[in-house]
Structure formats: C-alpha cells, structure tokens
C-alpha cells in the first residue's frame, strides 16, 4: 500500500487496534447481556451496560455485501484499484467493514466464507482483512 | 413566547462522573449522562424520541445526535446537534421546547460536555466521522463505496439492477433537459449510462451525482402572513424525520431505511397518503437512493423499486414524476436544497416545460448517513 492511512485509536477502540497489532481480532462482549459489538462503543445498544470484556473471536464469517472500487480521488490509492471494500458478517453476530484480500474482485460474491488475516502497515499497526476460506459453502 | 409559558418542564437529570484525567472518552460521558438522565426520569429509552447534542471538541463528528441514538438503541422523531459553545447547553433547552411545541417529539434528551482533559488531540482537524479510523484504512474513502454497499445488498435481496439504476438517471436527466437552469442538460440514454465506466462496482459514473456549485434558500412563515405576500402560499403540510442507523456496515438493515419513519410521521400529520401525492423531488446523491426511496415512501412494496422506475413511470407524463428539476444527478446539488425549491415551484404551477400538470401535492427528501437519516417534507 503506498499511501496507507493508519488508524488513531483512542480511549474507546485501543483494546481493538493492539489486538490486531499481536495477530488477533477482539470484539467487545456485554458482560450484561452477553452481545457482541463493532466497532468498540462505550456502551451496548442492547442494553446500555457499559460493563464490557474483550473477546478473541474466530475471525471466521461470510460476505454481507461488497463494492469493488475502481476510481478514487485520494492519493495514491489510484494505485490500488481495484480493490474489494466489503462488510463482512461475523460468526459471533457483529459486521465488520474490511476488505477481500488474495482474490479477484470478479470472483467475490455475498454470501462467500472468509476468516480474517493481518495486513501490515506500518511495522506497528496492523489491519484485520479477509481473505477466502476455501471449501466452505457459501451462505446469504 | 408567552403561550408555552409553563407548559414544559425538566423531568429527569443525570450527570457523568467528574474529574481530571477520568481517561475515558467524551462519548462514553455523554453515554453515561444520558442512562442516568433517563433511570433519574423513570423512562425507558423507548420513550425518548427527541434527542440534542453536542459533539466532544476533541472527536468533532459528524451526525453526533444520530450517532448516540444508534448507541442509546433508539430511533428518535426528532434530532439534532447544536453548536453554540458554552451557550449550547441552555439554548438546548430552547430547541427542546420548540420541537416538543412544534409536535415532532414527546420527550427530548439534551446531552452535552466533553472530556476535556483525557481527550486526544484532533489529530486530523475539522469535523470526523466516529468510525472512520473503522473505514478510512480499508479504503473506503467516498460516497460511492458507502451508498454501493447497500445498492449492493438491494440487487442481492430483491434483484435490482444496474439497467434500474439507469432509468432514475435517464428520468432526472430528461426533466433536466426542460430546466433551463440545469447543468446537465444534454440527453442521456440507458445505452448511455450502461457504457459509463464503474466507479464503486455496482455504481457506474453515471449513477452518481456530480459535484457541482449552487445554493437554495427558503423563506418561512405564518399561513396567516402568507395570505398577504406575492406568491399563492406553498403550504407545509407534512413534516417526518426518521433514523435507522448512523452507520450503514452496521445497520440491522441495509434496505428498509430511514425513509420509512419519515414519511410515516410526514403522512400521518398531513393526513395523506402515497396515493394523494402527485410529485416526488427525492434525494439523489446516487440512483439507487431514488428507489429506496420511493420503496419506503410507500410508492411500491419493498423490493419492488426497481421495477417502479422503470417505463417512464417517473418521468414527467408517468404515474409519479420525480425529481422534475433533474435533482442532484443532472440539476446540481446544492445538499439536496434545490429538490425543495423545485417541489414548490411545482405547486406554484411555475415550473413551465417540466411543470406536471395540475400538482397539488409533493413530497420531499432529505437524507444523510447513507440512508440512515431521513427528514421528509409533504407540500400543498
């Protein structure tokens, strides 16, 4: 990546960012009503707790939906399309917004199995991306 | 003022833990304010639908109100931000009072504060999107990435396609063509805008609005003044804001949107329904966003946009004529202004080559938050 934008993590998603730092991805779990949450919020939706535990989840999950980029105006992301940017639905619940890494854009379609991978940035920031997860039926 | 004296009251108060270097975020302050403003009210969140904020100097985002309605799990009828510095907290107060006056709420929570000495820096300057450092890395870096993600989700759950997409630009492109203040005025076909390249697959150019200069204003008054003045009044008849989600990647769902609960509320104070509405000037950043749209405005059943749109059913001498004035695809942007001036050029009868004849009724949308916001408009 030639330009890449590194993710600023503060008081509310650092936990999520050092994780995928050591190769693993956290979710935050409600300790009051069990939910999974992304991205890393303060406090659950569900139930309003602000009671919470980060959670190594299996990275594992499907194609929800999917756009592959062909122009952008910003700088030095020209040279990148096209790129797959796609919303991937968790095993655990949670969608996650990353993209498809390793395939041809043309060959990505809903409902695909993935598991996440860590793509490096900077030498200390890593993104969680996902790449397919051969032999897997496909789900919608 | 002398008539709502009295008639409003404070109900429930909270404040968050207080302190130098708490090391916690000001949305998690402002989150915890709001729990205990609401637990000291005795409401359940399901009764708050108003809601003001204002954002943490620190994280300066856009859309702040909805992004903490999305967090408190409620869909507020009414909501805003304010930005008035160390005034914001008392003129809250005031824009609570007018909207509950004004009918659109029943109970409106106001937060405001900010962690002024755990904040990071604004690194980046200007106003941010709360999740961006959950976007902006994967590239996801403009509109059309967003909007295509739930265009996307709309072809894979009811079968839309690219050709229906077209026909929402070839409509507004040919009303475009009778407005002599368009800027996109040349014809287009659907061969036209099949041919056009991809820009965020499945958006091709030619589904997306360009970027374009312009500005609308709007003048408001009593019907009773309205009498008086130059032109035959163009009543508000509806008003409806609806809230789905301020982010769409984690939207319950991606195509039954916020225009759903606007048009509702805007129906349900006019008194009419879809059928007694003879126009439409409805948000076009992106062609899809017609037929969600005209879907949740209950034009046609869920899923059934796309085939709405197609055979000249919203082109002037159709069923439905929408965005007579070109809309934000071919007349200019403008944030969606001139869809409003254009609704009410439509009722004066004003509108010349484009005016659909005998217009009694239009409505209006306005959205945002990839179709998670929505403030819909009905005139007369």
Redesign the interface.
């Known amino acids: 990546m030639s330009r890449p934008i590194i993710p600023l993590a503060n008081l509310d998603t650092k936990a999520f960012w050092d994780g995928c730092a050591r190769g693993e991805l956290l979710l935050q779990r409600c300790r009051s009503c069990d939910a999974y949450r992304h991205p890393p919020a303060p406090i659950c939706s569900h139930c309003l707790s602000a009671q919470h535990e980060w959670v190594r989840v299996t990275g594992r999950g499907s194609v929800y939906t999917f756009v592959v980029v062909h122009e952008t105006r910003v700088r030095g992301w020209e040279k990148l399309v096209p790129y797959v940017l796609a919303v991937v639905e968790l095993e655990e619940g949670p969608r996650i917004l990353s993209n498809i890494v390793n395939v041809a854009p043309e060959a990505v379609a809903i409902g695909m199995p993935v598991e996440v991978t860590f793509a490096e940035l900077d030498g200390t920031t890593k993104l969680p991306v996902f790449v397919l997860r051969e032999g897997k039926e496909r789900r919608s | 003022m002398t008539r709502i004296s009295g008639r409003y009251a404070i109900v429930g108060i909270g404040d968050s833990d207080v302190g130098r270097h708490l ?3 000001g ?2 302050l402002h ?2 304010a709001a ?1 205990r403003a609401m637990a000291d009210a005795g409401l359940d ?1 399901s009764a708050i639908d108003g809601l003001i904020t204002r954002p943490s100097h620190g ?1 300066p985002q856009f859309n702040y109100s909805a992004v903490l309605a ?4 409620i869909e507020p009828s009414y909501f805003t931000d304010v930005a008035l510095g160390g005034a914001s907290s008392t003129s809250m107060i005031i824009d609570a009072v007018a909207a509950l006056e004004a009918g659109l709420c029943t109970a409106v929570l106001c937060i405001n504060g900010d ?1 002024q000495s ?1 904040r ?1 820096p604004n ?2 300057g200007g106003l941010v999107n709360w ?1 961006e ?10 509109a ?2 967003s909007y ?3 265009a ?2 709309h072809m ?1 759950e009811y079968g839309t396609t690219s050709q229906q997409f077209g026909a929402v630009a070839v409509a507004c492109r040919k009303h475009a063509s009778l407005n002599p203040a368009a800027t996109f005025r040349t014809p287009m076909t659907l061969a036209d805008h099949q041919a056009s ?7 091709r150019l030619l589904d997306c609005c360009p970027v374009t200069d312009g500005a609308a204003a709007i003048v408001i008054t009593s019907a009773e003044r309205a009498r008086d003045l130059a032109h035959a009044p163009v009543y508000l008849l509806g008003l409806g804001q609806g809230f789905t989600h301020s ?1 769409l ?2 939207s319950p769902s ?1 195509t039954t949107v916020a225009m759903r609960s606007a048009a509702e509320r805007a129906y349900a104070m006019a008194k009419l329904g879809p059928q007694d509405i003879d126009l439409a000037e409805l948000y076009d950043c992106f062609t899809y966003v017609v037929i969600v749209t005209l879907e949740d405005y209950g034009f046609c059943k869920k899923g059934e946009g796309g085939a709405f749109v197609e055979g000249g059913r919203i082109e002037l001498g159709g069923a439905l004529p929408v965005n007579t004035g070109g809309g934000l695809l071919s007349h200019g942007h403008a944030s969606g202004t001139l869809l409003v001036t254009e609704g009410a050029i439509q009722i004066r009868g004003a509108a010349g080559a484009r005016q659909v004849a005998g217009a009694e009724t239009a409505i209006v949308s306005g959205q945002c938050g990839v179709t998670g916001i929505n403030v819909c408009l009905i005139l007369g």
């Open positions: 090391g916690r975020s949305m998690a989150l915890e729990t969140r994280t999305g967090q408190l799990g962690a755990s990071a690194r980046r999740i450092d959950f976007e902006r890395p994967f590239g996801m870096l403009g059309p990435e295509g993600l739930a996307r989700r894979h390249r991809f820009v965020a697959e499945p958006f982010d990647a984690y991606m």
